[in-house]
């Protein structure tokens, strides 16, 4: 970390599940409650790992960049404006998060997405 001058240690680049919070009231009822059940969840659970997924591919962080505007902004920032702009319907969204989900339940035994929840 040491390596990294200052200024840019306050950045994150990859959406993180301690932002999911943040991003309660951008959506309709039922994305309220996919947030409220996910922020109780541990940050290993195999479903807040999905959500992670899901925003990462949503908000293009594989090409955020630390000088970049989107660093700077912050990416809870980001994140919502991701979400708030996003131009499919609540449904839609919600869809992607499932798919996302039967992703990772796919892509990893069942016995280790135990352990790390």
């Known amino acids: 970390m040491s390596d990294i001058p200052?200024?840019?240690r306050?950045?994150?680049?990859?959406?993180?599940p301690r932002l999911i919070s943040k991003l309660r009231n951008l959506?309709?009822?039922e994305w309220a409650k996919l947030?409220?059940?996910l922020a109780m969840l541990p940050e290993t659970h195999p479903e807040t790992i999905s959500f992670s997924m899901m925003m990462i591919k949503l908000g293009g962080c594989l090409t955020c960049e630390m000088d970049s505007y989107r660093a700077q902004r912050?990416?809870?920032a980001c994140a919502q404006n991701t979400i708030a702009s996003f131009k499919g319907s609540d449904k839609q969204l919600l869809s992607r998060y499932?798919?996302?989900k039967l992703s990772v339940t796919q892509q990893y035994p069942?016995?280790?997405l135990q352990q790390a929840a």
């Open 35 to 37: 947030v409220d059940h």
């Open 98 to 100: 499932e798919k996302t």
């Open 74 to 76: 912050g990416c809870a």
């Open 110 to 112: 069942e016995q280790d």
């Open 27 to 29: 959506r309709n009822d």
């Open 6 to 8: 200052q200024v840019y």
């Open 10 to 16: 306050k950045y994150d680049l990859l959406f993180t």
